[in-house]
């Protein structure tokens, strides 16, 4: 019985740090996920990503609700930036750049 308990508390270990180190992946995949803008501002510097710039900011959906979102970009855009970007869970297909006054949220 001790055994079974230990097995599975480390399957899910296993299970949960998988998910975690891949989510971005598993978001791009997953069926159950929908399409929705999420408007952004660039607020802090990028993390270099082999030669592309990592951003992964926190921002808000047509509804107001905080999502957080991860992508690249060749550049290294300017803070203060305003960005609408279409993300499926944590994983982001693609982003533009807009103006404040077409914000549908305060950020």
């Known amino acids: 019985m001790k055994k079974l308990l230990i097995a599975t508390f480390g399957l ?3 299970l949960v740090g998988g ?12 069926p159950l996920l929908t399409k929705e803008y999420v408007y ?3 607020t802090n ?12 900011l926190t921002g808000m959906n047509e509804d107001g609700d905080s ?4 992508f690249t970009s060749s550049t290294v855009l300017d803070e203060g930036t305003y960005l609408k970007v279409l993300a499926k869970g944590a ?3 693609a982003w533009e750049m807009i103006k404040q006054e077409d914000l549908p949220v305060d950020l």
């Open 91 to 93: 994983y982001a297909e």
């Open 12 to 14: 899910i270990v296993i």
């Open 67 to 70: 999502k957080n979102v991860s």
């Open 19 to 30: 998910y975690i180190a891949f989510q971005e992946t598993i978001d791009r995949f997953n």
């Open 40 to 42: 952004v501002e660039i």
């Open 45 to 56: 510097p990028p993390k270099d990503d082999n030669g592309r710039f990592r951003y992964q």
